[in-house]
């Protein structure tokens, strides 16, 4: 079975850092890890994705400086550091999976084939 498992969400102040993990049944290896968000009547957006194989990321411009992903892909765990956070951050985080190859499409939601329950993200004072 494939299967994904998001934690480490939970309430920050602005300006604060959280980290998020995303469990996985399968190994890595094979596959591109994105992370993705959506808040209360907003798109579903990727926030960051990486090659598992080899580590290459993609961020997009609204995260990028703020936010890392990383991988061990020994114990199939992809990461989400999330520091200097916004509230306009506060948002449901998603980790998901497809096999492919990486490129800034990657932040595109219908790429991918396996999703996590979520974690929630909340930033403010």
């Known amino acids: 079975q494939v299967q994904l498992v998001e934690s480490g969400g939970g309430l920050v102040q602005p300006g604060g850092s959280l980290r998020l993990s995303c469990a996985a049944s399968?190994?890595?290896?094979?596959?591109?890890i994105g992370w993705f968000r959506q808040a209360p009547g907003k798109d579903r957006v990727g926030v960051s994705c990486i090659r598992s194989s080899d580590g290459k990321t993609y961020y997009p411009e609204s995260v990028k400086g703020r936010f890392t992903i990383s991988r061990d892909n020994a114990n199939n765990t992809v990461y989400l550091q999330m520091n200097s956070l916004k509230p306009e951050d506060t948002a449901a985080y998603y980790c998901a999976a497809f096999r492919g190859a990486l490129s800034r499409q990657c932040v595109s939601w219908k790429l991918y084939n396996y999703w996590g329950q979520g974690t929630q993200v909340t930033v403010s004072s």
């Open positions: 399968f190994s890595l290896d094979y596959y591109v």
